[in-house]
């Protein structure tokens, strides 16, 4: 699950850099709040690289999408990017958990006395 994950976050974290980029061409904005928040989730999608297989890692993931889509209400291309990203954590989150539960499955057989 943590390298499905963490590849969705990165990709995150270079959309959230570009869609500041774009959100500092808006007048009503400073560019000083435009980097401070953008700087934050950015630097929380590196942080959350290494925290997803800890307990609430997946809920911070999911509040970050929410607040990628939300960002959609300054730049309107991230009410679709920000869905893309949601459903891209959702596979990296659910299949995952298949690839982790079937590695601890063969992992179990393969420790089993008399396995070939």
Do not use: N, Y
């Not at 570009?18 to 560019?31: G, T």
């Amino acid at each position: 699950m943590r390298t499905l994950c963490s590849s969705t976050l990165l990709g995150e974290f270079f959309v959230i850099g570009f869609a500041a980029l774009v959100a500092m061409k808006d007048p009503d904005l400073s560019m000083g709040t435009v980097w401070t928040v953008s700087g934050i989730a950015m630097v929380l999608c590196v942080l959350l690289c290494g925290m997803v297989t800890r307990p609430g890692g997946v809920v911070l993931g999911w509040a970050l999408q929410i607040a990628l889509i939300a960002s959609g209400f300054v730049v309107p291309v991230m009410w679709f990017l920000g869905a893309v990203f949601a459903a891209l954590w959702w596979a990296s989150v659910h299949f995952g958990r298949k690839i982790d539960e079937a590695k601890a499955r063969f992992a179990a057989q393969a420790a089993q006395p008399g396995a070939s």
